[in-house]
């Protein structure tokens, strides 16, 4: 399969611990985006990559939230001394160049702080 | 700013009838549209899209929309309902000076035999 892969699929931890995920995109695909998502509501976008180069973070949750794309492959997405509040389903996307193309979507990654 | 509306937080059909699932929109200018289909513990999956052109868009797995620019919907339909597009379906709208889509709440399709 060559789509968007996400891990891990899941994840549990302790509030105060930090995490980080990671999302391998479609090969051919520059754009790559990160969202959470709660339940009962959409995607809500947090940031995203045009090859290696950030483009819009200002949509980062806090300070703790940050993502990387260091040789503009796969991402990962960190988030430092979890909370609660940041139990969420975190999705990534990626999209081929240009303005008109539609996403494409991992599984997400179920992030529950307890 | 951007924002989209799916009044319905679930609609109900009988298999075989028709159903339409609402989408309205606000952006400056012309909009980017889509829609997006989430099965239970699965990503979203894209279905259709308006760009420019005909306001009728057809989509995977039998789905159209149309886009309607007086009424700035793009509502989803489809002719004969399948058990099977019991799902989570969510409209999302980019302006086109950004690459930043802003998704619905999401519409729960509920098919029933």
């Known amino acids: 399969d060559t789509g968007v892969s996400q891990d891990p699929r899941h994840k549990i931890t302790k509030r105060g611990q930090n995490v980080t995920f990671r999302c391998d995109p479609i090969s051919e695909h520059n754009r790559l985006y990160w969202y959470r998502q709660t339940l009962g509501q959409g995607p809500e976008f947090l940031t995203y990559?045009?090859?290696?180069?950030?483009?819009?973070k200002s949509r980062l949750l806090s300070d703790r939230f940050s993502a990387e794309r260091p040789k503009g492959s796969f991402s990962t997405l960190e988030i430092q001394r979890t909370e609660q509040g940041d139990s969420a389903m975190y999705l990534c996307a990626s999209s081929q160049g240009g303005q008109n193309y539609e996403q494409y979507f991992g599984p997400g990654t179920r992030l529950t702080v307890t | 700013a951007q924002s989209v509306a799916q009044p319905e937080d679930q609609v109900k059909v009988a298999e075989g009838n028709p159903l339409t699932v609402k989408c309205t929109y606000s952006?400056?200018?012309?909009?980017?549209l889509f829609w997006y289909v989430q099965y239970p513990n699965r990503g979203l999956q894209f279905l259709l899209k308006y760009i420019t052109g005909d306001n009728l868009v057809k989509g995977s797995y039998g789905f159209e929309a149309e886009f309607n620019k007086s009424q700035t919907s793009f509502h989803l339909k489809k002719p004969s309902a399948l058990v099977s597009d019991s799902a989570l379906y969510f409209c999302a709208v980019r302006d086109r000076r950004s690459y930043i889509p802003t998704f619905g709440r999401g519409t729960s399709l509920i098919v029933h035999p």
């Open positions: 990559f045009q090859n290696e180069a950030q483009l819009e």
């Open positions: 952006v400056s200018g012309n909009p980017y």
